[in-house]
């Protein structure tokens, strides 16, 4: 009954662990609904959430295993139950063959228990025999020494004497008899409870194998090796989702669309996404985004001062270097000219570039 206490013990606290879990999952994943977005947004919040919400796979997983161990407490109870039944008159349990056994022993015994107490009987009446014997020598030779005695009365003392002596003869004899009775008696008795001691034997050792086999397979549900791959496809897939989902470059983009502010580094990632193909990934939209500061780079270099509010609003114009001052001026003006023309195109392209995030 202890092993199986300590056993279910150990179960419920897992499934409070399991409860745990879950009401962690609860927990964290309103609070994290509920932050501001100043503290996260986007793809990293909802990497956040995928993270916290995975605790209830766990949760799951953690759960089934309580099963097991529950079905391993449940097969050990039931053999109990079957196997142990409940005293009438004192607390605990007998094995079912107790009662069995006891008389199988009780039986194998009353040959020798009764040779026994024929013996004790007869040991008591020599010790009585020979306090008799001893008696009528006495009387003999009180007699014999007593010069009044008169020969009747010595013959009379001499048959007690021998009657007494006759009776002891026999109870030694019959003594001898009942010793070797009960040498044979407890040759036979050992035999058989040896026999009976076997069958005792085997439903002890029955007893303890069940035990061995009970802890080998609450060991083998506490640590299954039946859920390692789902757990493992788990957290590879969580690592690999925000690995390839978790983009701070997007996050940054989503931001500045959010508060309403237009630099160069949206407008050139705006740029790079209409020309490329919608099935791009965020892998390439990284490396796009790399190259485009770098040309972005490249272009300030070669520009005059002059030329740098046209430089935030078209950052992606290359200038060459050999263009006279003058034509630079113009198509300054020119730019300038045609951004003020297309006020409302900024917000067209920019939904379409957060459609493309």
Not at 75 to 85: L, P, S
């Amino acid at each position: 009954m202890d092993l199986i206490e300590w056993m279910q013990d150990y179960c419920d606290n897992e499934r409070e662990q399991v409860r745990n879990l879950i009401s962690y999952a609860e927990k964290w994943t309103t609070r994290i609904k509920q932050q501001p977005s100043l503290i996260s947004y986007h793809t990293t919040k909802r990497a956040q959430l995928d993270v916290v919400r995975i605790t209830k796979e766990l949760a799951r997983l953690k759960d089934s295993t309580c099963n097991e161990i529950q079905k391993v407490i449940d097969k050990y109870r039931n053999y109990i139950n079957e196997t142990y039944v409940t005293e009438r008159f004192r607390p605990g349990r007998k094995h079912r063959r107790t009662q069995e056994f006891k008389k199988l022993f009780k039986s194998a015994h009353a040959p020798l228990r009764e040779v026994s107490d024929e013996l004790e009987r007869l040991c008591t009446q020599e010790k009585k025999a020979r306090e008799a014997v001893h008696a009528a020598d006495s009387a003999c030779e009180i007699l014999e020494l007593d010069p009044t005695t008169s020969e009747k009365q010595r013959a009379r003392a001499n048959d007690i004497q021998t009657k007494k002596q006759t009776i002891l003869d026999d109870i030694e004899q019959k003594l001898a008899e009942t010793k070797a009775k009960q040498k044979a008696a407890q040759k036979t008795y050992r035999i058989k409870a040896t026999e009976i001691f076997k069958q005792c034997q085997y439903v002890e050792e029955e007893r303890l194998e069940q035990i061995r086999e009970t802890l080998l397979d609450f060991i083998q549900a506490m640590y299954t090796q039946k859920h390692s791959m789902e757990l493992t496809d788990i957290f590879e897939g969580l690592t690999t989702k925000i690995t390839t989902q978790q983009n701070s470059f997007d996050d940054l983009l989503f931001w500045a669309k959010t508060y309403g502010i237009e630099n160069k580094l949206t407008k050139a990632l705006t740029s790079t996404i209409n020309a490329n193909d919608d099935g791009e990934n965020i892998i390439e939209s990284r490396t796009i985004k790399k190259s485009t500061h770098r040309d972005i780079e490249k272009n300030d270099k070669h520009q005059p001062i002059m030329d740098n509010d046209a430089d935030e609003e078209e950052p992606s114009a290359a200038i060459s270097s050999t263009t006279p001052a003058k034509t630079k001026v113009k198509r300054t003006k020119n730019a300038t000219t045609t951004d003020k023309k297309n006020t409302i195109e900024p917000f067209t392209t920019n939904n379409t570039m957060l459609n493309h995030v």
